[in-house]
């Protein structure tokens, strides 16, 4: 049987509300581990320029992945999202 639209609309709407819960949850709880992080070894002065640059190393290589994986399922698809203004 198939369901009505305001059915399947509110499916929809459903799915991206759980979808969009689910994500903020995992950010929170990825922030909450880089600051554990970052106080735990920044506590002793002697790890602090290690720990800096081990972390901007790392949001680097974070970005880069992301940069690729983007172009990449773009290029799969065979259309181009949008880019931001400030991006060209």
């Known amino acids: 049987m198939q369901q009505s639209h305001n059915a399947q609309r509110r499916d929809e709407i459903t ?4 979808a969009a819960i689910i994500i903020a949850l995992a950010m929170t709880r ?29 949001e680097g290589i974070g ?17 181009r999202g949008s880019l931001p203004a400030w991006c060209c």
């Open 15 to 18: 799915f991206s509300v759980c």
């Open 30 to 58: 990825e922030g909450t581990e880089i600051y554990l992080y970052l106080t735990g070894a920044l506590s002793q002065p002697e790890f602090l320029l290690p720990t800096l640059s081990g972390s901007t190393i790392g």
């Open 63 to 79: 970005m880069s992945i992301g940069v690729f994986l983007y172009f990449g399922l773009t290029a799969l698809t065979g259309k």
